[in-house]
């Protein structure tokens, strides 16, 4: 490795840590304020006006996107971590015991420890600068995030349907017998032919499919199309999650991101 590559590697772990760490300390942060100092950030930084109100409205959602971004972070951290200690100036001089210990403490203790308690002892300081750069990124994590999940789930409610449990670690028809109506048998039900679709109904109120008629209702979610519109659903939305990620920079990043939007739909089990 040349001197200038070991350079611009060490910079991109030292952002990705940086920004691993404010993601963490940020989240540590908002949920330690307290009404009146959110009251008191809303009111001296006009410009977060609309945040504040989006965090005490929705913590939920400011707290998936803090959790998803930390998470998006670290993925290409380690990664690069893992090609400099396996490629760079230390590389064949470290046992493998000391590079996972190496990697261990950059990841929980300067990505989250330290982050975390300078968060607890000045909450409101990190919270107002945290929010800045938080507020840029928070609607494009935001849809990203919905559309990547949703693919990731209907994909999921796929295999109640077509997977092998050998394969998918999931029972067959594990979702409907735990009263959960998904996407492929909504559809169907909306598609199908209004005989064919009280009789289902009433197989699915009795519970009979499964006592041998589990056949049946693949057959029934199949042939109206329930399958393929929940293909097609996912694929549309794994690809609305690749487009929200144009906007990211870097590409290494942007890559690494789009592989796991990749996988969300391909994936076996």
């Given at each position: 490795?040349?001197?200038?590559?070991?350079?611009?590697?060490?910079?991109?772990?030292?952002?990705?840590?940086?920004?691993?760490?404010?993601?963490?300390?940020?989240?540590?942060?908002l949920?330690?304020?307290?009404?009146?100092?959110?009251?008191?950030?809303?009111?001296?930084?006009?410009?977060l006006?609309?945040?504040?109100?989006?965090f005490?409205?929705?913590?939920?959602?400011?707290?998936?996107?803090?959790?998803?971004?930390?998470?998006?972070?670290?993925?290409?951290?380690?990664?690069?971590?893992?090609?400099?200690l396996?490629?760079?100036?230390?590389?064949?001089?470290?046992?493998?015991?000391?590079?996972?210990?190496?990697?261990?403490?950059?990841?929980?203790?300067?990505?989250?420890?330290?982050?975390?308690?300078?968060?607890?002892?000045?909450?409101?300081?990190?919270?107002?600068?945290?929010?800045?750069?938080?507020?840029?990124?928070?609607?494009?994590?935001?849809?990203?995030?919905?559309?990547?999940g949703?693919?990731?789930?209907?994909?999921?409610?796929?295999?109640?349907?077509?997977?092998?449990?050998?394969?998918?670690?999931?029972?067959?028809?594990?979702?409907?017998?735990?009263?959960?109506?998904?996407?492929p048998?909504?559809?169907a039900?909306?598609?199908?032919?209004?005989?064919?679709?009280?009789?289902?109904?009433?197989?699915?109120?009795?519970?009979d499919?499964?006592?041998?008629?589990?056949?049946?209702?693949?057959?029934?979610?199949?042939?109206?199309g329930?399958?393929a519109?929940?293909?097609?659903?996912?694929?549309?939305?794994?690809?609305?999650?690749?487009?929200?990620?144009?906007?990211?920079?870097?590409?290494?990043?942007?890559?690494?991101?789009?592989?796991?939007?990749r996988?969300?739909?391909?994936?076996?089990r």
């Amino acid at each position: 490795m040349t001197l200038a590559g070991l350079a611009i590697l060490l910079v991109a772990i030292a952002v990705l840590i940086f920004c691993s760490g404010l993601f963490s300390g940020l989240e540590t942060a908002l949920f330690s304020l307290r009404p009146h100092q959110l009251r008191r950030l809303e009111t001296n930084n006009p410009a977060l006006a609309s945040f504040v109100r989006l965090f005490r409205d929705h913590p939920r959602r400011v707290l998936n996107v803090l959790l998803l971004g930390d998470g998006l972070v670290k993925v290409p951290l380690v990664v690069l971590c893992l090609f400099l200690l396996w490629r760079g100036p230390l590389a064949g001089h470290l046992p493998q015991w000391l590079a996972a210990i190496i990697i261990f403490a950059v990841v929980v203790l300067l990505c989250d420890l330290i982050p975390k308690l300078l968060a607890l002892s000045a909450p409101y300081r990190l919270s107002a600068i945290g929010a800045f750069t938080l507020r840029a990124s928070v609607r494009l994590l935001d849809r990203f995030g919905r559309a990547l999940g949703l693919a990731f789930q209907i994909t999921d409610d796929l295999f109640d349907y077509l997977g092998a449990e050998t394969v998918t670690g999931k029972a067959l028809g594990n979702d409907l017998d735990g009263g959960k109506i998904t996407l492929p048998l909504i559809n169907a039900l909306r598609e199908a032919p209004e005989r064919e679709r009280l009789e289902m109904e009433d197989l699915i109120r009795s519970r009979d499919f499964r006592n041998g008629h589990w056949a049946d209702v693949v057959r029934f979610v199949t042939v109206h199309g329930g399958v393929a519109y929940s293909q097609k659903t996912s694929a549309q939305l794994a690809e609305r999650a690749e487009e929200e990620l144009e906007a990211v920079p870097d590409l290494e990043i942007r890559e690494s991101l789009q592989a796991a939007v990749r996988y969300a739909v391909t994936r076996e089990r």
